[in-house]
């Protein structure tokens, strides 16, 4: 299940996207502190997130997953892609960091400073939880007003 792909395509030159990242990477990557999960049972994935201290968020001008809320309300705190369907729920600086898509120095360096100075980013994180269980709740919320868009 580790190299299985879930969104998207495989890699077209026969690799998994894992190899094709130690192919590119791998000797420059400290295999002790990068971990190859694969796909998780649902409490196995809440648990990686409430232990994570970074969530990164990229997508580009497509739609936001559970992925990344599910980050916002574990308490991660999450770097996401200055996107029309990121920006829907990260406020830059309040409930989560934004980055252009293609700035990868800008992404590295907002991840360095999260992992850096967790403590900075305490009240980030309890904002974009808040945010999460207060306007996006599941049963409370998400499900009923689907129901009630169906029944009308």
Known sequence: MENDTSYGNRPPDGLTWKQRLLKEVGERLDLSRVHFLG??????????????????????????????????????????????PVTEFIEEGKTGLLVDFFDVTGLADRVCKALAEPSRFDDLRKNARNLIATDYDRDNICIPALLKMFAS
Do not use: D
């Open 39 to 84: 796909k998780l049972p649902s409490e196995a994935h809440l648990r990686v997130l409430q232990l994570s201290r970074v969530h990164v968020y990229l997508t580009y001008p497509y739609f936001v997953s559970w992925s990344m809320l599910e980050a916002m309300s574990a308490g991660c705190v999450v770097i996401g892609s200055n996107t029309p």
